[in-house]
């Protein structure tokens, strides 16, 4: 069974057009209700967004089809997406849901589902769903005496916040700290803040002032110059950035230079291995992390296992083989053995509570803890197919595939090409490392500028 509305992240679009509307945002809850309907007790969903104006459209259409379905609903608010996952699980529900589109503009929203354990949806699980969706919703409707419930959780972001602070060393302040922490206008605005805070830290906040529209707009993990000139303004010992849900971070250092996750998960693998905390041997991230990374762990005596690009199949990695570190290079960190949390998806802000640590205790700068190995030259273009063109066709074409075996001929062995269709967007990223960043860039540019061409021409038949 294939999936046709579920990317690599849940479902994603523009806002109030397809697939992003009311109309299916009601079908999808009914149908996501339905698959987890088991059993006569009474069922409930915890539902949660970011900040963007369309959640006020998605959020009670979802709720009305969960309703239509039997479920209970839970409303939570504006949460970051690890918060409705942990949520989930301590009040034993049948389903969480997020409201958002991440790192994406205002304009976009998204779906994600989490199952009762808060973790991500399989793809065999989306694609059931998806069946559902479109086979037959009419026969889970319920008779008027058994429709769900809608009620709203008032301290869910206290809950979220007491969990986050128990995740960081006990006995351990961040009394001294200066921190810039840049919420981008998203999910996290209130909480984020208020951890650091109550944690000791002096705390100049950015992207706090969310109006519907501004979501990741110059904030936020892909947007960090502000970020990184705060740090420099006031003199602060750290930046943090997060994304509109959350979920992922990248930090700077007091001299304002970016940290991005791959440091990250070198930060806390070497601080983890040196506790005895570090199961499995090793880190799992994706194929887009840097070989630096991987030079490093090696090093350490430890492993980089990569998988797809998705923070889900590092998590699905990490349960299989018994990792508890794993993560992307964008900023989704994963530590599956942070109970208070789940440890069931990306957290950033309890990645940047894990990098803080090593900083008080050891009393050094940023600058000498976090960058903690020299990274391979490499380079992401993202070439855009419009016009409703699956980017799949372009792939196909004969000058694209011969430009993708040239670029990897002229590395002859010393880096490596990744071409991958994005889940989210219509686009293809193109990316390469290297020893040498001059030819990094040369093949990279070479094999976009194939693809931008074929993307002109007529698909092959």
Not at 351 to 364: C, D, F, K, S, W
Not at 412 to 417: A, D, E, L, Q
Not at 428 to 445: K, N, S
Request: charged share 25%.
């Amino acid at each position: 069974m294939t999936r046709r509305l579920f990317g690599t992240d849940g479902v994603r679009g523009t806002a109030n057009a397809p697939p992003m509307t009311a109309d299916m945002a009601l079908r999808l809850g009914m149908a996501a209700g339905a698959h987890f309907k088991r059993g006569d007790h009474r069922h409930t969903v915890v539902i949660g967004k970011d900040t963007r104006l369309s959640g006020y459209l998605l959020e009670p259409a979802l709720t009305a089809g969960f309703i239509a379905v039997g479920m209970d609903v839970v409303l939570v608010g504006p949460l970051p997406t690890p918060a409705v996952a942990m949520l989930t699980r301590s009040l034993r529900a049948d389903l969480g849901v997020v409201i958002s589109a991440s790192h994406n503009p205002y304009q976009d929203n998204g779906i994600k589902l989490f199952g009762p354990d808060g973790y991500k949806l399989s793809d065999a699980t989306e694609a059931e769903i998806e069946n559902l969706l479109t086979n037959g919703l009419d026969d889970h409707r319920v008779d008027p005496a058994h429709l769900g419930r809608a009620r709203r959780l008032e301290d869910a972001g206290g809950r979220y916040i007491e969990a986050i602070k128990a995740t960081f060393p006990r006995g351990l302040r961040l009394d001294g700290l200066r921190i810039v922490v840049d919420c981008a206008h998203g999910a996290a605005y209130r909480v984020a803040p208020q951890v650091l805070w109550e944690l000791g830290a002096e705390i100049i906040p950015m992207g706090i002032d969310p109006d519907g529209f501004n979501i990741n707009k110059e904030r936020g993990s892909l947007a960090t110059e502000a970020m990184r000139a705060a740090v420099v303004e006031h003199g602060a010992h750290i930046g943090i950035a997060l994304d509109g849900d959350a979920d992922r971070v990248v930090l700077a250092n007091e001299k304002g230079a970016l940290v991005d996750g791959d440091h990250v998960l070198g930060v806390v693998a070497r601080a983890w291995r040196d506790q005895g905390r570090l199961t499995g041997g090793g880190v799992v991230a994706t194929v887009m992390s840097n070989l630096g990374l991987e030079h490093y762990l090696n090093g350490l005596g430890l492993t980089l296992h990569r998988t797809p690009v998705g923070d889900r199949y590092v998590v699905e990695r990490m349960r299989a083989d018994g990792y508890n570190l794993g993560g992307e290079q964008s900023g989704h960190i994963v530590m599956a053995d942070l109970s208070s949390t789940g440890g069931t998806t990306g957290d950033g802000l309890a990645a940047a509570l894990q990098v803080l640590a090593p900083l008080v205790q050891t009393g050094r700068p940023a600058s000498e803890i976090l960058n903690v190995f020299d990274p391979l030259p490499q380079v992401l273009r993202n070439v855009r197919v419009d016009g409703g063109r699956d980017p799949g066709t372009i792939l196909e074409m004969d000058n694209v595939k011969a430009a993708i075996a040239d670029g990897e001929a002229r590395f002859n062995g010393s880096g490596r090409v990744l071409i991958r269709k994005s889940g989210t967007e219509p686009l293809i990223r193109v990316m390469a490392e290297g020893e040498r960043d001059d030819l990094v860039r040369d093949v990279v540019d070479m094999i976009a500028d194939a693809m931008e061409k074929a993307a002109t021409t007529e698909s092959p038949s």
